[in-house]
């Protein structure tokens, strides 16, 4: 049975997967409905700001 990754490289690949969804957000804000394109812009610019404000320091 393999290890387990280590806390902090669990919490680095969680970043990375959180700004994943930003990136697809982002392109559904421009390409879905309009009535979920707003939306969808609206989820991309909160998760980077909460992104920006818990992990500024953090680089995946």
Do not use: K, N
């Not at 969804?21 to 979920?36: I, K, N, P």
């Amino acid at each position: 049975m393999g290890r387990s990754a280590e806390p902090d490289d669990q919490v680095l690949s969680a970043v990375h997967e959180t700004l994943l969804l930003v990136v697809s957000y982002r392109r559904l804000g421009v390409e879905a409905r309009r009535q979920f394109a707003w939306r969808c812009a609206g989820m991309a610019d909160a998760i980077e700001a909460a992104l920006q404000r818990y992990f500024r320091d953090v680089s995946p």
